[in-house]
C-alpha cells in the first residue's frame, strides 16, 4: 500500500518584503514536525420551521509549527522575521509550499502571517523545540508534478 512517511516532507517559506529568499525549514522535532488547525466551511442556521440552511465563509488556516531548539531555521526565519515586524511596527505577510512526495502532493500558501511567536526555548534537562505559528489565507492542493 501507500507511503505516509513524513521524513521527506519539504517546507519552504519566503518573507518577499523582508526576507525574500525562500528558505526551506530545517530541525524540525521529532514527534511535532507541523499541523493545521481545523477549518469551519460553511456556517449554518436553522430556522424556526427545521429548516437548515448553510452559506458558505471565508476562514484563515491556522499552521502550528515545531523546531528543535537548536534549529538553523530559528534564527534564519522566525527571529529575523519577528524582529523585523517589531523595528518596522508593520507585519509581514509569507508566501510557501509543502510538499509530502510520499503523498505525490504540495500545498501552496498564500499571504500568511507570523501571529504566534516563542521567542526562547524553555530550559528543561534539554532545551525545547519552539513553537510558531503562521495564519495563511489559503492553502491549495496542487500534484508535485505540476507544483512550481
Known amino acids: 500500500m501507500g507511503d505516509i512517511t513524513a521524513a521527506n516532507a519539504v517546507f519552504i517559506v519566503s518573507v518577499p518584503l523582508l526576507l525574500p529568499i525562500p528558505q ?7 514527534d511535532d514536525i507541523f499541523d493545521f488547525d481545523d477549518v469551519d466551511a460553511a456556517e449554518t442556521l436553522m430556522g424556526v420551521d427545521g429548516t437548515l440552511s448553510a452559506g458558505m465563509i471565508f476562514a484563515p488556516k491556522m499552521q502550528n509549527i515545531t523546531l528543535q531548539a537548536d534549529s538553523a531555521s530559528n534564527g534564519s526565519l522566525f527571529d529575523p522575521w519577528y524582529a523585523g515586524q517589531q523595528a518596522a511596527t508593520a507585519v509581514f505577510p509569507a508566501q510557501g509550499v509543502v510538499s509530502f512526495p510520499s503523498l505525490g502532493t504540495s500545498w501552496t500558501l498564500i499571504t500568511g502571517f507570523l501571529t504566534r511567536y516563542k521567542p526562547v526555548p524553555d530550559a528543561k534537562k534539554i532545551l525545547q523545540p519552539r513553537r510558531y505559528r503562521i495564519t495563511w489565507q489559503a492553502v491549495t492542493p496542487v500534484p508535485i508534478g505540476l507544483a512550481g
Open 24 to 30: 526551506q525549514l530545517q530541525g524540525f522535532a521529532a
